[in-house]
């Protein structure tokens, strides 16, 4: 046998036994873990899962093994929570344990550990608890805050109004408008609805967000580590995700060269004002990487899960004319034709906010969560995950818990009504998650979705281009966001 032969012979024998190996190791790891399909080497799970739509198969999986089970993705061990009893128990019930951060690939290779959304430890939480107290000051669930959203309310009406009735796409003329509210707060001031840079910034927000929602992005979250630097569209969301990070990167400089240490201007301000208190400490998390970072995540999420909603929501209108109508009758009662809307007009209509919630849960905008990860050995229902371990908590599985909600899979304000047509509260609505890393932003979020939706309505009824019976409700892309389909809507004065 030459030299040769004997080589690729003792190769493949070394590659059998990794193999070997490899499974031994994950087959052993998981003998105190949760049950789940066995994987196989470096591809885990992969066969079993549909790309297309990881949801879906996550939940199919589960009608096997349980609400609680192992799966693996690639070489990322998981455990995966279904429904509204396994989600609680683990992210309020054991809070503390599940308060780690898994993976989002495609943002991990941006952040790397920075920035309030994507960190760890004690990091997390000194700029969560930061980023609290500052939008607080800045008036986030507050009146100022309300008028601030208005104001820009008052800008979209314009727009609207100039569209003449015409057929347009709703994606950017909303999130301008949402993305304008949060940049008052880190920015400091607003953008004009046709500045070239916000436009491109928006685009930038949308193509990254859109592509964690294709196959290619959930294959990426799977095998980041050699993928990063293969080309393919991974690279165009990399591009984009650096183009908003440079973007804020000019903003921070732009601050720092008139910066009042007595007067902060804006989200940005704050934390170079808390740098130069902490410039003395050695161990300081408030440093410019975390600052542009987290301005980063704040801005980013503080644009795209509200508009992408409001847009879903309105194609929802579209489809069930009925509902708008109702809706309208309601403004029309409570509000008026003439006077602005507030947050005090909520309590009194029982009917429209049924329907902001059902939109929401409806279009499950995060349906498998943020990934957690669990920050030591944890017992959970008699299983054992070790320190480390990522935890999927799909989110949509509560949203559609068919123990909380009547018709999970329609579309039924009634979800959120009781017998009497008063607002009905529900334990399983948490499309903001739960537990020590829900979305802080969830009191703003709620106040834009209320105010813009009032607003439009009040002033404007939709009209489709085409019959609502062929209107398609089934999202364009199911990852890690659900991206609803484009469309032209017009609106049309009332």
């Given at each position: 046998?030459?030299l040769l032969g004997?080589g690729?012979?003792?190769?493949?024998i070394?590659?059998?036994?990794?193999?070997?190996?490899?499974t031994w190791?994950?087959?052993?790891g998981?003998s105190?873990?949760p049950p789940?399909?066995?994987?196989?080497?470096?591809?885990?799970?992969?066969?079993?899962?549909?790309?297309k739509d990881?949801?879906?198969?996550?939940?199919?999986?589960?009608?096997?093994y349980?609400?609680v089970y192992?799966i693996?993705?690639?070489p990322?061990?998981?455990v995966?929570?279904r429904g509204?009893d396994?989600v609680?128990e683990?992210?309020?019930?054991?809070?503390?344990e599940?308060?780690g951060?898994g993976?989002q690939a495609t943002?991990?290779?941006?952040?790397r550990?920075?920035?309030?959304?994507?960190?760890q430890g004690?990091?997390?939480?000194?700029l969560r608890?930061?980023?609290i107290?500052?939008l607080r000051?800045?008036g986030?669930?507050?009146?100022?805050?309300?008028?601030?959203?208005l104001e820009?309310a008052h800008?979209l009406?314009?727009a609207?109004?100039?569209t003449?009735?015409?057929p347009?796409?709703?994606?950017?003329?909303?999130?301008?408008?949402?993305?304008?509210v949060?940049?008052?707060?880190?920015?400091?001031?607003r953008f004009?609805?046709?500045?070239?840079?916000f436009l491109?910034l928006l685009?930038m927000m949308?193509g990254?967000?859109?592509?964690?929602?294709?196959?290619w992005?959930?294959?990426?979250?799977m095998?980041?580590?050699p993928?990063?630097y293969?080309?393919?569209?991974?690279?165009?969301?990399?591009k984009?995700l650096?183009?908003?990070?440079?973007?804020?990167?000019?903003?921070?400089k732009?601050?720092q060269?008139?910066?009042d240490?007595n007067?902060?201007?804006?989200f940005?301000?704050s934390?170079?004002i808390?740098?130069?208190?902490?410039?003395?400490?050695?161990?300081?998390?408030?440093f410019?990487k975390?600052?542009?970072?987290?301005?980063?995540n704040i801005f980013f999420?503080g644009t795209?899960?509200?508009s992408?909603?409001?847009?879903?929501?309105?194609?929802?209108?579209l489809?069930?004319p009925?509902?708008?109508?109702?809706?309208?009758e309601?403004?029309?009662?409570v509000?008026?034709?003439?006077r602005?809307p507030?947050?005090?007009?909520?309590p009194?209509?029982?009917?429209?906010?049924?329907v902001?919630h059902?939109i929401?849960?409806?279009?499950d905008?995060l349906?498998?969560?943020?990934?957690?990860?669990?920050t030591r050995d944890t017992?959970?229902?008699?299983y054992?995950?070790?320190?480390?371990?990522?935890v999927?908590p799909l989110?949509?599985?509560?949203?559609r818990?068919?123990k909380?909600?009547?018709?999970p899979e329609a579309?039924?304000?009634q979800h959120?009504?009781d017998?009497?047509?008063?607002?009905?509260?529900?334990?399983?609505?948490?499309?903001f998650?739960?537990?020590k890393?829900?979305?802080?932003?969830?009191?703003?979020?709620r106040?834009?979705l209320?105010?813009?939706?009032?607003?439009i309505l009040?002033?404007f009824?939709f009209k489709?281009?085409?019959p609502?019976?062929e209107?398609?409700?089934?999202?364009?892309?199911?990852g890690?966001?659900?991206?609803?389909?484009?469309?032209d809507?017009c609106?049309?004065p009332?």
């Amino acid at each position: 046998m030459d030299l040769l032969g004997a080589g690729a012979i003792f190769l493949i024998i070394c590659l059998s036994c990794l193999m070997v190996l490899s499974t031994w190791r994950q087959m052993h790891g998981k003998s105190k873990m949760p049950p789940g399909p066995i994987p196989l080497p470096f591809i885990g799970n992969l066969l079993q899962v549909n790309l297309k739509d990881m949801y879906r198969s996550l939940l199919k999986i589960s009608d096997k093994y349980g609400p609680v089970y192992t799966i693996h993705l690639g070489p990322r061990r998981i455990v995966v929570l279904r429904g509204y009893d396994a989600v609680k128990e683990a992210l309020v019930d054991q809070a503390e344990e599940f308060s780690g951060r898994g993976e989002q690939a495609t943002f991990d290779w941006i952040f790397r550990g920075h920035g309030v959304a994507f960190s760890q430890g004690e990091r997390a939480k000194q700029l969560r608890r930061f980023s609290i107290t500052t939008l607080r000051n800045f008036g986030m669930g507050k009146r100022s805050i309300e008028e601030r959203i208005l104001e820009e309310a008052h800008f979209l009406l314009e727009a609207l109004r100039n569209t003449e009735g015409a057929p347009f796409d709703p994606t950017y003329m909303l999130s301008r408008t949402v993305s304008n509210v949060i940049s008052s707060i880190t920015f400091g001031n607003r953008f004009d609805y046709e500045d070239k840079e916000f436009l491109s910034l928006l685009s930038m927000m949308l193509g990254s967000f859109r592509f964690t929602a294709t196959s290619w992005g959930q294959l990426y979250d799977m095998f980041s580590g050699p993928m990063q630097y293969m080309p393919g569209p991974q690279q165009k969301a990399f591009k984009e995700l650096s183009g908003l990070e440079e973007f804020i990167t000019r903003k921070v400089k732009e601050n720092q060269e008139t910066l009042d240490l007595n007067s902060p201007r804006d989200f940005i301000d704050s934390f170079l004002i808390k740098m130069h208190q902490e410039k003395e400490n050695p161990n300081t998390e408030f440093f410019l990487k975390n600052l542009v970072l987290t301005t980063l995540n704040i801005f980013f999420a503080g644009t795209e899960t509200v508009s992408t909603t409001l847009r879903y929501g309105f194609l929802i209108l579209l489809k069930y004319p009925e509902i708008e109508d109702k809706v309208h009758e309601e403004i029309d009662r409570v509000i008026g034709r003439n006077r602005t809307p507030n947050m005090d007009d909520r309590p009194q209509m029982p009917y429209t906010e049924a329907v902001i919630h059902e939109i929401q849960r409806y279009t499950d905008m995060l349906p498998m969560g943020v990934a957690r990860r669990v920050t030591r050995d944890t017992l959970f229902r008699g299983y054992t995950i070790p320190r480390g371990t990522e935890v999927f908590p799909l989110l949509g599985s509560v949203l559609r818990d068919p123990k909380h909600f009547a018709r999970p899979e329609a579309f039924d304000p009634q979800h959120f009504l009781d017998e009497n047509g008063k607002f009905k509260r529900n334990e399983a609505f948490m499309p903001f998650s739960i537990g020590k890393r829900y979305c802080f932003g969830e009191r703003l979020a709620r106040m834009e979705l209320f105010l813009f939706f009032t607003s439009i309505l009040q002033n404007f009824r939709f009209k489709s281009l085409i019959p609502p019976e062929e209107i398609d409700l089934s999202p364009m892309l199911v990852g890690f966001a659900t991206i609803p389909r484009f469309y032209d809507i017009c609106v049309i004065p009332r």
